[in-house]
């Protein structure tokens, strides 16, 4: 999508710290990172939150949850544990209108779901 900024981070159109990529999913640092390890694993195809997503979806779904494992992982998160956030909509917080999974880690997290 022309105007998603996301979009153009997962293209190379805006330079990103990239922390993976295949053909379907781009995963990077969150430029305002709340934990030392703070990524955002996003769908190369543009949808503007979850909510936007459907059934044909579910792969992709799965597949952006499975790369956050393996990310975790890769980042050394798995053993003292992570959060994987994704805010949807005004009140869920989401300010970036590109589908996006957080994954954080490296702290101890507290907040309204811990
Ligand atoms: P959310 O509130 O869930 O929409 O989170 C959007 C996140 O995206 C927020 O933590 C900051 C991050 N972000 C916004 N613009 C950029 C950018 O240009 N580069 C990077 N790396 N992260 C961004």
């Known amino acids: 999508m022309e105007d998603c900024i996301f979009c153009k981070i997962a293209s ?3 330079p990103s710290q990239k922390v993976f990529e295949d053909e379907n999913v781009f995963a990077f640092r969150d430029i305002q990172p709340m934990a030392p390890t703070h990524i955002l694993i996003i769908p190369k195809v543009h949808h503007a939150n979850l909510t936007a997503m459907d059934k044909a979806d ?3 779904g799965g597949t952006l949850l499975h790369m956050a494992n393996i990310i975790a992982q890769q980042e050394n998160l798995d053993n003292d544990g992570y959060r994987i ?3 949807c909509g005004p009140w869920g917080g989401q ?3 590109h589908v996006h999974l957080h994954l954080l880690g490296g ?3 507290a907040g309204e779901l811990g």
Do not use: D, H, S
Request: glycine share 6%; aromatic share 0%; charged share 15%.
């Open 12 to 14: 190379g159109l805006i």
């Open 58 to 60: 579910q792969t992709l």
């Open 85 to 87: 956030a994704i805010n």
């Open 107 to 109: 702290r101890e997290l």
């Open 95 to 97: 300010v970036v209108q």
